[in-house]
């Protein structure tokens, strides 16, 4: 018993000691963003006495447009994703139809192919379409690219749902798309929030493509941040402490996004949307 209980706490060690680990540089970040540079440069780890809040209006004023456009590109892209995943999911899962198996099969080979490797045919082809400088450059590809793990996730969920439940719908006359409508889409909503919340994290912190294809005064909030040039680059003593005033700032709606939706994640990852 003794023995058990010991290796308790060294579980719960490991985990306080990965907990602090994980936390660590969130804390850094939003402590240091009310502070100056000079009480930085002399005490990194220092709590802020004497909150400076200039930073963040600095801040503020560098990434405000950028929230509009990273909010439309994000929120128009995991629609998108969504829409068109949970609909080739649904054919792949209940419908019949040549070349099925291999269709799928490639769509999840997708899956092992690392994005760089795509990065300069993709900038190729999104400025041989005229998309430079557009909204849609980012959007089309960004739909595209989130094929095929929703594809995945949403088939594999299909899949486990009970064949009478389909079967009885289609006895009392239903069509595949009130299957779809009435059926799939209620009992995949879990399932739906747990892929959003993963697309929009990783569409919001994309960095990369949106420098590639957007202009100067057009970018995201993750391009935008750079504009704070930390020293010694910069001419402002502070603005290493102004970029993490920005950081925390534009890490604010994926906090009040998980408060909202972090039910639906936790549920959706519970049903099986991470299962073969």
Known sequence: MSK???NRWWIHAVLLVLLGLTLYPMVFM???AFRTGLATDITPFGLPLHPIWQNFSIALGEILPAFKQSFIIVGVSVAGILTCALLSAFAFAELEFPGKTVLFYLVFGLLLIPGF??????????RNLGLMNSVWGLILPYVAGGQAFGIFIFRTFIKSLPDELFAAARVDGAHNGVIFWRIVVPLSWPIVMTVAVLNIVGLWGDYILPSLVLAAGHQTVAVAITSLTPPPFASSANSFNEQLAAFTLSSVPI???????????VRGVTNGALKM
């Open 30 to 32: 939003v402590l240091n």
């Open 255 to 265: 906090a009040v996004l998980f408060m909202f939706l972090m039910r639906f994640f």
């Open 117 to 126: 490797l795509a990065l300069i045919p993709l900038f190729l082809e999104i």
């Open 4 to 6: 058990t209980i010991s």
